[in-house]
C-alpha cells in the first residue's frame, strides 16, 4: 500500500544470482524478507551488457544455493538471455518474495534499524534490522579523466551502452582497456570492418583451455578459485586486480593481444593523456605486455605442478607454453583523433557499483564500501555482496555467490539472534 | 611437525617498512602527498650547479643527511666544456637508479637474494630536434633501452619478473613514459 510502512527483519536489495542466493538462504532459516528490484529479475544482465557476450565460466559451472545447471551442454557457456532464463528459474525454485520494478531511494539508519524508501513519495517504505545490499558491483560505467578531453567529432561509447559493431559509425575505433571487455569488443569491431586499435595498460592473460580442460576448471582445482580474503597477501590488490582475458564461445576459443595483432589489430599503451586533439599513450606497453606473460607462465606452472603432484599428467594432453606477446619495436606514442582514421572511442575501462542512493557513511575516499568480507562493520546489520574478491577469489562469478551467501547469511541470522528480533 | 620458515634473504632493504608505510598512509593518505625539490645556479657556458637538500613529505618539510650538488654540462663535441654530466645523462641515471632500487626492494618482498646488479642504460636521440635543424624531430628521447645483468639466487624467470615489476612500480619509469604538466615561470 503507497506510503505505509513495511517491518521485516531483513531486506535485500537487488534480484539478481546473489540476491537471490541471500533470500533462499534466509527462507531456509526462516528469516522472513524481501526482495526490492529496480527493475526485472537478472536486470543487469537483460539490459546492460552487450549482445554478443556469455558467461566467462562453463555452464558446469553454473550453480547456486540448492540449484545447478541442468542442460546438455555442460563445457558451453550462457549467453545473456540463458543467464537470464537460469535466474528466473532460480528465482521461481526459491520462490522468492521479490518486489519487481521498486527502485531504493534511499537507506538511512535510525535508531538501529535500517529505513529503505523506494519509488518516490507514493512509493513503499521499509523498516528493518538488517540490509543486504546485492545490487551488483557494475552499475554504472567507469572512465578515466582524459575521457572529457576527446574531441566532440569523435564518439564516445562506453562498454555500458555498446551493443554490437554495427551500430557505431564506419571508421576507426580506439579501444580502451584490453581486459575481458576489451578484446572481446575489440575482436567482434575488427571483424566488422572498422579497424582496431586497443589502448593496453595492466591486464591478465589467460588461456581459455589449457591441456585439454577449461581454465576454469584448473583454477578450481588448485584452488586459486577458493583463496579466501583473510589469507591473500596484497587484499586491495587482488579487489582490483583486471578481469582475465577470457571469453565464452562454442569453439572455446582463446582471445589474447596475440590473436588480436593477427587480425589486425594495433596495440598501444595505455593511455595517459589527450592534448589538443591527441591521444598520448604510455611508453610502457612492453612491460605490460611482458608482465602478464610471466604470469600466465606462474599460472601454468602451478596447474602443471598440481597435475604431477595429482597423477592426473596421463589422463590430460602435455604441458604447453604459449609465445610471448608480439610488441612491436616502435609502438605509436600518440594518435590524432581529429583526422577522421579513429571515429569511435569505446571505454572498456571497467564498472562501479552505485550507492547514491545509500544514505549511511560506510564508504572510503574511492568510493568503494568499507567491508570485512560483506560485513559492513561500521554499521552492525548492514551486509554487501557480489563485488570482486568480496570473501573469495571466486567472489564474482555466478557460482562465487553461493559460500558468500552462506557466510553473510550465517552472520545476519547471528546479528539478529543477539537483537532477538527474528520475526519482527 | 611445524617449520617457521625464517627470512632469509638480504638485500639490505626494510621491506617491513615500506609495508608498513604503505598502510599507514593508505588510512592517512595526506602524508603520501610529497614535493620533490631541487635548485639550480648557472655558473658559465652551458655549465650549471644543482642542489638537493630537502623535500616535503609525511605532512612536513624534511632534510636529507646532507646536501647532495650535481654539475652539468655538454660535451666538447657541443663546444662546451664538459665540466659534468649532459642533462639527458642524469635523466638515464635516474631512471636506472630508480629501476635498480625497485630491483632490490621487491627480491626482498620475494626473498631473493641478489648478489650483483648491474645496468647499462641507452637513449637515442637525433639531436638535429635541439638544434632546430628540423621540425619534424623530437627534442627528447626516441627509444630508451635499460640492459640488465643480476646475479640472484633465483631462477632466469624469478629475475625477468624482479624487472618487470620494478618498472611497474618505478616514478622515474612513469615519468619517462607518461606525460606530465610542466609549468616554468619566471620571477618578475
Known amino acids: 500500500m503507497p506510503g505505509s510502512v513495511n517491518r521485516l527483519p531483513t531486506v535485500v536489495i537487488g534480484a539478481g544470482h546473489a540476491g537471490l542466493a541471500v533470500s533462499h538462504l534466509l527462507t531456509e532459516r526462516g528469516i522472513d524478507h524481501v526482495v526490492l528490484e529496480r527493475g526485472e529479475i537478472a536486470n543487469t544482465w537483460r539490459h546492460e551488457r552487450w549482445d554478443s557476450l556469455r558467461l566467462l565460466t562453463p555452464n558446469w559451472q553454473a550453480r547456486l544455493p540448492g540449484f545447478a545447471y541442468e542442460g546438455d551442454d555442460p563445457d558451453g557457456f550462457m549467453t545473456m538471455p540463458e543467464v537470464v532464463d537460469f535466474i528466473h528459474r532460480y528465482a521461481r525454485w526459491v520462490d522468492a518474495p521479490v518486489e519487481t520494478h521498486t527502485a531504493v531511494d534511499s537507506v538511512r539508519s535510525e535508531d538501529g534499524r535500517y529505513v529503505v524508501a523506494s519509488n518516490g513519495s507514493n512509493g513503499l517504505t521499509w523498516e528493518t534490522r538488517s540490509v543486504v545490499i546485492a545490487s551488483g558491483g557494475f552499475n554504472r560505467p567507469k572512465t578515466p579523466d582524459v575521457a572529457a578531453e576527446l574531441p566532440p567529432d569523435v564518439e564516445s561509447v562506453t562498454a555500458f551502452d555498446y551493443k554490437r559493431p554495427d551500430l557505431l559509425r564506419d571508421g576507426g575505433v580506439l579501444v580502451v582497456g584490453a581486459s575481458a571487455t576489451g578484446i572481446q569488443l575489440a575482436e567482434e569491431i575488427q571483424r566488422s570492418g572498422r579497424p582496431v586499435t586497443v589502448a593496453v595498460g595492466e591486464h591478465v592473460r589467460m588461456p581459455r583451455t589449457y591441456r585439454g580442460r577449461d581454465i576454469q576448471w584448473w583454477l578450481d582445482k588448485i584452488g586459486r578459485l577458493d583463496e579466501r580474503y583473510d589469507e591473500v597477501d596484497d587484499l586491495v590488490r587482488a579487489r582490483h586486480v583486471p578481469s582475465p582475458q577470457l571469453v565464452g564461445t562454442p569453439e572455446r576459443r582463446t582471445v589474447d593481444l596475440n590473436s588480436l595483432t593477427s587480425q589486425g589489430v594495433g596495440l598501444v599503451g595505455r593511455i595517459s593523456a589527450i592534448n589538443e586533439g591527441t591521444a598520448y599513450f604510455s611508453g610502457s606497453l612492453r612491460n605490460v605486455c611482458s608482465l602478464a606473460d610471466l604470469k600466465q607462465i606462474r599460472l601454468l606452472d602451478l596447474v602443471d605442478e598440481w597435475a604431477t603432484e595429482n597423477g592426473m599428467d596421463a589422463e590430460v594432453s602435455a604441458p604447453e607454453r604459449y609465445p610471448d606477446t608480439v610488441v612491436e619495436d616502435d609502438p605509436s606514442l600518440s594518435l590524432d583523433l581529429t583526422d577522421g582514421s579513429i571515429r569511435t572511442v569505446l571505454w572498456a575501462t571497467g564498472y562501479q557499483p552505485d550507492y547514491s542512493w545509500l544514505d549511511i557513511p560506510v564508504l572510503d575516499r574511492k568510493g568503494e564500501i568499507r567491508h570485512d568480507g560483506g560485513v559492513v562493520t561500521d554499521s552492525p546489520g548492514l551486509y554487501r555482496i557480489g563485488l570482486n574478491f568480496l570473501r573469495r577469489r571466486k567472489s564474482s562469478f555466478i557460482h562465487g555467490a553461493e559460500d558468500d551467501a552462506i557466510d553473510i547469511t550465517e552472520h545476519l541470522a547471528r546479528y539478529l539472534d543477539s537483537l532477538s528480533v527474528r520475526t519482527d | ?188
Open chain 2, 1 to 188: 611437525m611445524t617449520t617457521v620458515q625464517e627470512k632469509s634473504a638480504n638485500n639490505g632493504v626494510n621491506v617491513e617498512h615500506l609495508l608498513g608505510a604503505r598502510n599507514a598512509l593508505t588510512e592517512a593518505p595526506e602524508g603520501a602527498k610529497f614535493t620533490w625539490r631541487a635548485t639550480n645556479e648557472w655558473t658559465v657556458g652551458t655549465h650549471s650547479e644543482s642542489k638537493v637538500e630537502e623535500f616535503f613529505g609525511l605532512g612536513d618539510n624534511q632534510t636529507h643527511k646532507s646536501t647532495f650538488t650535481f654539475s652539468a654540462d655538454h660535451p666538447e663535441v657541443f663546444a662546451a666544456e664538459d665540466k659534468g654530466a649532459t642533462p639527458v645523462e642524469f635523466v638515464l641515471v635516474g631512471l636506472a637508479s630508480c629501476l635498480t632500487a625497485g630491483v632490490a626492494a621487491v627480491a626482498q618482498n620475494r626473498d631473493i637474494q641478489l648478489n650483483s646488479v648491474k645496468a647499462t642504460i641507452e637513449g637515442d636521440m637525433d639531436i638535429l630536434g635541439i638544434l632546430g635543424g628540423d621540425p619534424e624531430v623530437r627534442n627528447g628521447f626516441n627509444n630508451i633501452r635499460v640492459n640488465y645483468e643480476i646475479d640472484a639466487d633465483a631462477t632466469d624467470q624469478e629475475i625477468e619478473a624482479l624487472v618487470a615489476q620494478s618498472q611497474k612500480r618505478s616514478a622515474v619509469f612513469d615519468v619517462i613514459t607518461n606525460p606530465t604538466n610542466v609549468a616554468v615561470t619566471v620571477n618578475s
